[in-house]
């Protein structure tokens, strides 16, 4: 058993979920799991991320077969209490040339937005972003294609308890 440092407990543990969540593992299964593991930790987080990785597994390649000029439904973006820093997120799958007659690379992009967007407007955003951006260099982007969709929700645990005062 290898030690983690306390913060790479719950990124490993993220990491791992997807697999356990496809396996049909439940959330508690998986818990004692990881703390046998050595890479438990605390449950009320550990379950938030369980939500949230479970409703991304959901909804994971739903969002690529939206007709590109319509609008998502709100059924097809997974709601996750994340911290982001705008009410909507992106995934774009992105292939990219880093010098001409070099082979495309595969990436991944984020598109934040603070208003859902079709997947033709995912794309349009994908591309400006990557020709504004300077921190890219030389490469070239050839084509995307937005993968998945997650909307902010709001989460009980972020607000003040009315049994906690302060002062």
Same mark, same amino acid.
């Given at each position: 058993m290898a030690l983690l440092p306390s913060f790479m407990k719950r990124p490993a543990a993220?990491? +791992?979920m997807p697999d356990a969540i496809a396996k049909g593992m439940s959330a508690n299964a998986f818990l004692r799991?990881?703390?046998?593991?050595?890479?438990? %930790?605390? /449950?009320? +987080?550990?379950? +938030?991320?369980?939500?949230?990785?479970?409703?991304?597994e959901a909804k994971k390649d739903v969002f690529k077969y939206v007709r590109r000029n319509l609008r998502p439904p709100m059924a097809v973006l997974a709601d996750v209490d994340w911290e982001m820093s705008q009410e909507y997120m %992106? *995934?774009?799958r992105a292939w990219v040339r880093t010098? $001409?007659? @070099? $082979?495309? @690379?595969? /990436?991944?992009i984020n598109? $934040?937005?603070d208003s859902p967007l079709s997947p033709a407007e995912v794309e349009q955003e994908a591309f400006g972003r990557w020709a504004d951006s300077e *921190? %890219?260099? @030389?490469?070239t982007l050839e084509r995307v294609q937005p993968v998945a969709g997650w909307h902010h929700v709001e989460d009980s645990m972020d607000t003040p308890s009315p049994f906690i005062t302060t002062g």
């Open positions: 993220i990491l +791992r799991k990881l703390r046998v593991a050595g890479i438990g %930790y605390s /449950r009320t +987080r550990f379950l +938030r991320d369980w939500r949230n990785v479970a409703g991304t %992106y *995934k774009v010098a $001409p007659g @070099e $082979p495309l @690379e595969e /990436r991944f598109i $934040p937005s *921190k %890219y260099g @030389e490469t």
